[in-house]
C-alpha cells in the first residue's frame, strides 16, 4: 500500500511539472500540432514514466529524464515564427531547473515549520507526500503570481493578486492542519488524499482565475476595437455630409455663376463680392488644408479645426518638411482623432484662454509629434491619464498605444507650464 501511495504523489508531482512546464510552452510558443488531446496523452504519458523512475529513488535519473522530456516537448511540440529551437530548448530548460529550485526550497520551509512547530512525522509516506504537497503549492503560486506576471502581456488585477493570496493562505494554513493532525496518527491516507486533493485544486483554480483575466482582458480590446470601428465610422459618416454638401453647391454652381454674372452686369459690384464671399465661405470648410501631405491628417485635422473654432479653440500647427506616409490611413485616424478629441474635450472644460498646438519634426529615422492643449484638472493612474467616462474610459488610449506600438514608437504624457503635453516618437 505504501508503495500505492509513493507512486500516486508521484504522479501528482509530475503531473503538476510538465503541466506548468506546457502552459508555460503554450503562452511563449505555437503548437506544431492543433490537436489538443495529443498533448493531454503527452502529459499523461511523461507523468507516469517519470512517475515509474521516481519509485528507483535515483536523483540524478530522476533529473535527466525531465530534462530529455522538456527537450523534446520544447524542440517537437512548438515553433516559433523565426524558428530557432536551442533558445526554445534553453528557455524551458532554464524554466526546469528554476522550478526544482523552488521545489527545494518548498521543502526546505516546510521542514523549518515542522520543527518550528516541534512536530516530528514517524511516517516516511506521511513526510514524503507532505513535502511534495507543500513544495507544489509554493511552486504552483510563484508561476502563477510571479513568472505569468512577468511572461505575459495581459495585465495583473488587483482583485486577482487578493484572489490568489487568499486561496495562498487557505492551503497553508489547511496544510499546518494537516501536519498537526498527521503527528498524532501514524498511515492516515485521508489526509493523504487531502493533501492531493488540495494541490490539484490550486493548481486549477489559479488557473481558472487566470483564465477568466485573459478573458476580461480580451472583452476590453474588443471594446477597444469596437470604439476604433466606430469612431472610423463616425468619421467616414461625417466625411459623406461633407461629399453631399459639395454635390449640393456643384449642382447649383452654375446658377451661382450666372448670378454673379448678372450683379456684375447691372453695376452690382458690392453685391456681387458679398455673393461671391459667400460661396467662398461656403466651399472654403470643405476643402482640406495641405498640413502635412499626408491627405487623411490633412483632412484630419482640417475638421478637428473647424470643430475647435466653433468652440473658440485657438489651433495651431507647425510641421517641418516631413512624410508620414508610412503611418496607415486607419492609424492616422486613431491616434490623431482619439489624442485631438480628448484635447477638445478637455479644453471645453477650461473657463480662460483655450488653447491647442501640434508641432511635427523629422529626426533621421523618427518622426517626433507633440501635442499640447489647456486643461483644467487632470487624473493620473500609474503615469496615464485618466477620464471619468466610466466602463469605457482609456479605450481611446489604449487604442493610440497599440496603433503606436506598430511603428516601434512610444508616448509620454506630463504637465508643463498650464499645458498638458503628449509627445508621440514613431520609427519611420
Known amino acids: 500500500m505504501e508503495k500505492i501511495i509513493l507512486f500516486l504523489c ?53 533529473f535527466a529524464i525531465w530534462v530529455v522530456a522538456v527537450g523534446i516537448c520544447s524542440v517537437f511540440l512548438y515553433f516559433e515564427e523565426v524558428e530557432r529551437p536551442v533558445k526554445r530548448l534553453l528557455e524551458s530548460e532554464v524554466v526546469l531547473f528554476v522550478m526544482a529550485i523552488c521545489e527545494s526550497l518548498g521543502v526546505g ?29 509554493i511552486l504552483i503560486f510563484l508561476y502563477y503570481m510571479v513568472v505569468e506576471r512577468l511572461l505575459k502581456h495581459t495585465p495583473f488585477t488587483n482583485m486577482q493578486y487578493i484572489f490568489n493570496c487568499i486561496i495562498l493562505m487557505y492551503s497553508l494554513i489547511d496544510i499546518i492542519v494537516i501536519v498537526g493532525i498527521a503527528d498524532k496518527k501514524d498511515n492516515n491516507y485521508l489526509l493523504i488524499l487531502n493533501l492531493g486533493c488540495i494541490v490539484l485544486a490550486d493548481l486549477y483554480l489559479l488557473y481558472f482565475v487566470k483564465v477568466m483575466n485573459e478573458k476580461n482582458y480580451l472583452e476590453y480590446e474588443v471594446r477597444a476595437l469596437e470604439k476604433q470601428a466606430n469612431m472610423q465610422y463616425e468619421y467616414y459618416l461625417h466625411q ?28 452690382n459690384v458690392a453685391d456681387a463680392v458679398r455673393y461671391t464671399n459667400k460661396i467662398e465661405g461656403m466651399l472654403q470648410p470643405l476643402i482640406p488644408v495641405r498640413y502635412t501631405g499626408n491627405p487623411i491628417l ?101 487604442n493610440v498605444q497599440s496603433c503606436i506600438e506598430k511603428y516601434n514608437g512610444d508616448i509620454k504624457f506630463k504637465e508643463e507650464t498650464g499645458m498638458f503635453v503628449i509627445d508621440i516618437f514613431l520609427c519611420k
Not at 112 to 125: G, Y
Not at 244 to 259: A, G, W, Y
Not at 348 to 358: C, E, F, P
Request: glycine share 6%.
Open 109 to 137: 520551509l516546510i521542514d523549518w515549520i515542522m520543527e518550528m512547530l516541534d512536530i516530528e512525522i514517524i511516517d516516511e509516506v506521511m513526510r514524503n507526500c507532505l513535502e511534495v504537497a507543500f513544495s507544489k503549492i
Open 240 to 267: 459623406e455630409q461633407k461629399y453631399k454638401r459639395t454635390v449640393q453647391i456643384l449642382h447649383d454652381v452654375n446658377k451661382h455663376i450666372d448670378s454673379i454674372e448678372k450683379l456684375y452686369r447691372s453695376g
Open 298 to 398: 490633412d483632412i484630419l485635422l482640417t475638421d478637428k479645426s473647424t470643430i475647435m473654432s466653433e468652440k473658440g479653440i485657438d489651433f495651431n500647427i507647425k510641421v517641418d518638411n516631413v512624410m508620414l506616409d508610412f503611418i496607415e490611413p486607419i492609424d492616422v485616424t486613431t491616434i490623431f482623432g482619439n489624442l485631438l478629441d480628448n484635447s477638445i474635450e478637455a479644453c471645453g472644460q477650461v473657463d480662460g484662454m483655450r488653447v491647442v498646438d501640434i508641432s511635427i519634426h523629422s529626426f533621421h529615422e523618427m518622426i517626433s509629434i507633440q501635442i499640447k492643449n489647456s486643461y483644467q484638472t487632470i487624473k493620473w493612474k500609474k503615469g496615464i491619464p485618466v477620464s471619468n467616462k466610466g466602463k469605457n474610459r482609456g479605450i481611446g488610449l489604449l
Open 10 to 62: 508521484s504522479c501528482v508531482s509530475c503531473f503538476i511539472i510538465i503541466k506548468i512546464i506546457m502552459q508555460y510552452m503554450d503562452g511563449r510558443y505555437k503548437r506544431t500540432v492543433k490537436s489538443n488531446i495529443l498533448y493531454i496523452n503527452i502529459e499523461l504519458v511523461i507523468t507516469l514514466g517519470i512517475a515509474f523512475v521516481n519509485l528507483l529513488d535515483i536523483a540524478f535519473l530522476n
